[in-house]
């Protein structure tokens, strides 16, 4: 037997279903894994939700996850059964066996184990993209980033800090701030108990910043522009408290001629060529010791639901994985 984590319709937590599959022989294009570890993301809780719509269901969740391969398709050359993989940017990773079209499967360094690999892939090309591709971070930068002790802040502070960047971080208790602070982390801002932009403008002199990482979203959106400089760049990358309300883009202009974006990973690793950068400039900085990946909570895959319950509640740190 065959387990996976599905939902049946779009809900809550608790329309997560673990569920007994049949997983049929791989086609001529896939690989079939055996996972491992599986990480868990709040794109998983939007999935789930129905903010990000998901045809055909029932259907696993999951975007990230490490394992072995059990067998491939007829027309796979480049991968081979025994070898040791991981998924980072492809829906299916909630089970313990699945196939994957071989485009999307990374294969796996030896030094990086697979719970490591789990828990950092999708975070981990999420930060690649933000840090080094929508704007190339420098020692000469102050940054912004929101919610800084999670999956993605927490890799991509540690990653911004190699870079030669000062941080700027929000979390949600003192507990979480010290944490961002041992991960590079300089000024965590408490935004439960400070406003977050009056803050910002204090540590820069009043200049602002020249980049906001925002996975906040509705809560937090019109705080963040006020937060940066004249010809500053937003980038809204999440939405946790909800999506960014409709607006006009007379609004940028107000602000001093902001810049916008609203990326997803999918876009920036697309192409195969991209992944592998993407992933290949991840395990460097993570077998180099300058990003370390901090596994805070596990969870058995049939405990899905309270895994994604506890993300919600803010009650998670770092990364998260599942364990078939």
């Known amino acids: 037997m065959t387990y996976a984590i599905r939902i049946h319709q779009p809900g809550s937590a608790d329309a997560l279903s673990y569920d007994d599959i049949t997983v049929p022989a791989p086609s001529a294009q896939q690989v079939q894994i055996r996972f491992k570890a599986i990480g868990l993301n709040f794109i998983d809780c939007y999935q789930r939700s129905g903010l990000y719509p998901i045809p055909d269901l029932p259907k696993p969740l999951g975007m990230e996850g490490a394992g072995v391969i059990e067998a491939v398709g007829s027309d ?38 697979f ?9 981990g090309m999420t930060a690649h993209y933000l840090l080094r591709r929508i704007y190339k971070v420098g020692k000469d930068d102050t940054i912004l980033f929101h919610a800084t002790a999670g999956g993605v802040g ?27 602070k041992s991960q590079g982390c300089d000024y965590p801002i408490l935004y439960r108990e400070e406003n977050f932009t009056d803050r ?12 906001v990482y925002d996975s906040i979203g509705a809560a937090t959106f ?3 522009l006020d937060c940066l400089r004249p010809l500053g760049m937003m980038v809204t990358y999440g939405n946790a408290t909800g999506p960014v309300p409709d607006f006009s883009p007379t609004l940028l202009a107000q602000k001093g001629s902001l810049f916008l974006t609203r990326p997803t990973l999918m876009s920036y690793v697309a192409k195969r060529e991209d992944l592998l950068w ?3 400039d991840l395990f460097d900085v993570v077998k180099s010791g300058a990003v370390k990946i901090h596994i805070n909570q596990r969870y058995d895959l049939k405990d899905t639901a309270q895994a994604h319950k506890d993300l919600e509640a803010r009650k998670t740190t770092g990364s998260t994985i599942l364990l078939p």
């Open 222 to 224: 019109e705080g963040s």
């Open 200 to 211: 910002v403008k204090e540590l820069t002199n009043g200049e602002g910043v020249p980049v």
């Open 154 to 180: 927490s890799i991509a502070t540690q990653w911004a800090k190699s870079l030669g960047a000062t941080i700027i971080g929000t979390v949600g208790s003192q507990e979480k701030a010290e944490l961002a």
């Open 278 to 280: 993407a992933a290949n």
């Open 115 to 123: 719970e490591t690999a789990a828990a950092m892939m999708l975070k």
């Open 76 to 113: 796979v050359t480049d991968l081979k059964v025994g070898q040791r993989v991981c998924i980072g940017a492809a829906l299916g990773c909630y089970t313990q066996l699945g196939n994957f079209d071989q485009k999307v499967v990374i294969p796996l360094p030896d030094e990086i184990e």
